[in-house]
């Protein structure tokens, strides 16, 4: 259980999900478990801010973790700015509160970008990065498939798949220079459709 907390220390509170995420699990599982005690074999991944809290911890412990998953991870939520994500669960104040005023957050490994950039500076010691994220959710899918996109274009050993085009067969990435997706957004439900079939000829089935 996360408790809203980012996967981040929080000294205040004496809250230490970072450390407990990077450092107590791994020790205790491989005490209690026939776990392997190698880098390579060891793994971490989240969903939600559980895929935010996998990178940054991923990255943070790289000399624990050798890959990091990510499922519709909770990125760009940060409030750059002062302007929050929009439908972001947060609110300003729990988000400064959490991740620290600008001053604090940006360039620490709260932020995942710079983090990331930092990891590359080593190449030969960065985890292999996996990130999927479902189209139809309008809250991360944005941030996360431009978050992979900037990185892959870095450098960075990065995977990553649009949910709906994986399950179809499809390879992993749009090719490149395919024209971008149309949305059709649900006014009732907020559904966000973007596949490759034109809204108004889907089958009733769908």
């Not at 996360?2 to 230490?16: C, H, K, L, M, P």
């Not at 409030?79 to 620290?100: C, D, I, T, V």
């Amino acid at each position: 259980d996360g408790d809203n907390s980012f996967y981040v220390d929080d000294e205040q509170r004496n809250a230490y999900y970072s450390r407990y995420v990077g450092e107590e699990i791994v020790e205790v599982t491989r005490k209690l478990l026939p776990l392997s005690h190698r880098r390579e074999d060891t793994f971490i991944a989240g969903i939600s801010m559980g895929g935010y809290g996998a990178l940054i911890n991923g990255l943070r412990y790289s000399d624990t973790f050798s890959k990091i998953g990510m499922l519709s991870p909770a990125l760009g939520m940060y409030p750059e700015n002062g302007k929050m994500q929009p439908g972001s669960p947060l609110h300003r104040e729990s988000m400064l509160a959490l991740l620290g005023d600008p001053e604090h957050y940006h360039g620490s490994y709260r932020d995942y970008e710079a983090a990331t950039r930092k990891a590359l500076e080593k190449p030969q010691d960065m985890p292999r990065l996996f990130l999927a994220c479902g189209t139809e959710d309008p809250l991360v899918y944005q941030a996360g498939r431009d978050f992979a996109h900037r990185m892959q274009a870095e450098g960075a050993p990065m995977t990553y798949a649009d949910y709906r085009r994986i399950k179809a067969g499809g390879s992993a990435a749009p090719p490149a220079g395919a024209a971008p997706l149309v949305k059709y957004v649900c006014s009732v439900c907020h559904y966000v459709y973007d596949g490759d079939i034109p809204f108004e000829e889907l089958p009733d089935d769908y």
